[in-house]
C-alpha cells in the first residue's frame, strides 16, 4: 500500500481507506499520512493489540498533535476536539457511545489512553510523517552537489519537577546554585530546504548520565539521516568523531572548526585563501576520549579559510570549514553560502520552544517525556508541509513564510474544515487557507538595528525560590 502523500490543494474523499490527493490542512496531511492501514501495520509491528475504543492509538497521536499545534494545550481542550466531532474516518467501528454521540467531556480516559500507547508506535508514526512528507517535497540543494542537506543543532528543555524526571534528567546548576526543574538535552536534524525535522535524540544535560551533542549524533540520530544526505555543524560538531561517524555512513560534511584543530591538522598558521586536502586523523585526547576508533581512523576532505566579515558590522574573523565534498561538487563559494544558512536552524529550535512551547515539558514520567517530544514533531512538520504547498503555488522558498503566522492560520482553519460535511465544502474552506497562508511571507528586516536593544526591568515582587 502505497499512503505518500501528495502536498497539493485538492478534493480529498472523506470515506475510510481513501487514496485521493492530498490538502494541505493539517488534518488532511494527518490522515493521509497516518492512514489507517499504516496504523494497524504499526501497531503489528509492536505487537499492539487495538480495542474498539474512543480514543484509539490514530486518535490519540493526532490530539496529542493537536494540544502541540495550539501551544501545549490542556488535556480538556483535546478532549473537545473529538466531542464536537473528528471525521469519522477516524473510527472505522465506532463504539455505542460515538454512535449515540456521548462521550465524556472529562479527559480520563484520553490520559490513561496516552499512557497506555506504546513509545515505539509514537515513535514509528513520527517518522512515517517525516518521511513521506519529505518524500513528497523536493529538496535537493546546488549547492551541496544537488544532495538533500540537513542542519544538526542542540538546546535544552526543561521538565516538570518530579523524583523520577530529577533521577533521570539532574537540574544544572551555576554560581547561584542548583535549578529546580529537570533538564533534557535534545539533538535535531532540519532539511535546510523544507525546514521539516527527523525525530529528535535527546539525554540527560548533566548528572552521571550526562551525555554530549557530539555523542547523541554518533550514537543515535547519524543513522537515521536519509541516505547520501549532506550534515551541516557548527564550530560544536566540528570534531573528528562527528566527521568520522558521518563518513562511515557515507554522509558528506560541511563543519565548521576550530582554529586550534585547523592549524594542528594544516600544520602551519591559518590565512584568508588558503584550500587544502587533508587527511584527519584523531589525536591522542580524541583516541582516549573514543577508544573504540580503529588504528586507521581517517577521514578525507578539504580545508578551507576564508576570512568573513558580517554583515552586522562585527569585526572580521577567519572560518574555518572541513568538508568532506569534492571541489567538483561543491565549490568554495558554494561552502561559504551553504554555510551561511545555518543560522536557520537557530530559528527552527526557537519555533519548536516558543511557537509550539516545547521549551517547558509538562509531563511527569520519563515515559511521556518521551512521548512529549517525539509528537511535536508530527504538528510541525504538518505546518512545515503547508508552508511547502504554498510555496509551490507562488513559486518562492518554503522558508520565505513564518512558521508562527502559518500554524495561526492552520489552526484556525482546522475546526472548519474537520467538520466539513462534504469534500466540496472541506475544498473551499481549504483553497481559503491556502489563500491566508500564501500572504503569512516573512517581512523583510534589516539585520543591523538603528538603536540598541533595552529592556524594561520586571519588578520583584517575592523572592526568588531555591532547590
Not at 503555488?393 to 467538520?419: D, E, K, M, T
Request: hydrophobic fraction near 40%; glycine fraction near 6%.
Amino acid at each position: 500500500m502505497d499512503g505518500s502523500p501528495v502536498l497539493v490543494s485538492a478534493p480529498i474523499d472523506r470515506q475510510p481507506g481513501s487514496e485521493g490527493a492530498l490538502q494541505a490542512d493539517a488534518l488532511s496531511l494527518y490522515q493521509h499520512t497516518v492512514t489507517a492501514e499504516l496504523m494497524q501495520q504499526v501497531l503489528q509491528d509492536n505487537a499492539v493489540r487495538q480495542n474498539n475504543r474512543i480514543y484509539n492509538p490514530r486518535v490519540v497521536i493526532w490530539l496529542m498533535a493537536q494540544q502541540r499545534l495550539s501551544g501545549n494545550a490542556s488535556m480538556e481542550t483535546a478532549v473537545c476536539d473529538v466531542i464536537h466531532g473528528l471525521p469519522a474516518e477516524f473510527w472505522p467501528r465506532p463504539c455505542k457511545r460515538l454512535r449515540e454521540g456521548k462521550v465524556s467531556s472529562h479527559d480520563t480516559s484520553y490520559s490513561t489512553a496516552r499512557q497506555e500507547l506504546a513509545l515505539p508506535v509514537f515513535e514509528e508514526v513520527a517518522d512515517q510523517v517525516f518521511e513521506r512528507l519529505l518524500a513528497q517535497a523536493g529538496g535537493a540543494v546546488p549547492m551541496a552537489g544537488g544532495r538533500r542537506t540537513f542542519f544538526v543543532d542542540g538546546s535544552s528543555l526543561r521538565t516538570a519537577h518530579t523524583p523520577e524526571l530529577v533521577e533521570e534528567y539532574p537540574p544544572t546548576s551555576n554560581q547561584h546554585g542548583r535549578s529546580h526543574w529537570p533538564v533534557v538535552k535534545m539533538l535535531v536534524a532540519h532539511d535546510l530546504h523544507t525546514g521539516l525535522a527527523m525525530r529528535p535524540v535527546w539525554g540527560a544535560m548533566s548528572g552521571p548520565q550526562a551525555i554530549s551533542e557530539q555523542a547523541l549524533f554518533e550514537n543515535f540520530l547519524v543513522e537515521r539521516l536519509p541516505a547520501g544526505a549532506v550534515l551541516v555543524g557548527d564550530i560544536n560538531f566540528g570534531v573528528f568523531s562527528v566527521a568520522y561517524a558521518a563518513d562511515q555512513h557515507q554522509h558528506p560534511v560541511v563543519l565548521r572548526m576550530q582554529e586550534h584543530r585547523a592549524k594542528a591538522l594544516l600544520g602551519g598558521p591559518l590565512v584568508d585563501g588558503i584550500e587544502r586536502e587533508v587527511a584527519w586523523r584523531p589525536s591522542p585526547e580524541e583516541r582516549k576520549s573514543h577508544p573504540e576508533l580503529p588504528p586507521d581512523a581517517c577521514v578525507r576532505g578539504r580545508v578551507l579559510v576564508t576570512l568573513v566579515r558580517p554583515s552586522n558590522g562585527d569585526a572580521p574573523f577567519l572560518l574555518v570549514l572541513f568538508t568532506t565534498l569534492p571541489a567538483a561538487q561543491a565549490s568554495r563559494e558554494d561552502l561559504l553560502q551553504l554555510y551561511g544558512k545555518r543560522w536557520d536552524i537557530e530559528l527552527d529550535l526557537r519555533t519548536l520552544k516558543s511557537t509550539l512551547k516545547l521549551d517547558q515539558l509538562t509531563a511527569r514520567s520519563q515515559d511521556m517525556v518521551a512521548k512529549e517530544i517525539t509528537v511535536a514533531m508530527i504538528p510541525y512538520n504538518l505546518v512545515r508541509a503547508a508552508m511547502y504547498a504554498a510555496a509551490e503555488q507562488s513559486g518562492l522558498a518554503p522558508r520565505s513564510y513564518s512558521f508562527a503566522r502559518v500554524r495561526n492560520v492552520v489552526q484556525h482553519f482546522l475546526p472548519f474544515i474537520a467538520s466539513a460535511r462534504t469534500p466540496e465544502e472541506a475544498q473551499a474552506l481549504t483553497a481559503k487557507m491556502m489563500y491566508c497562508v500564501g500572504q503569512k511571507k516573512l517581512r523583510p528586516r534589516n539585520r543591523r538595528r538603528s538603536y540598541p536593544r533595552k529592556v524594561w526591568g520586571k519588578p520583584q515582587t517575592f523572592p526568588s525560590r531555591r532547590s
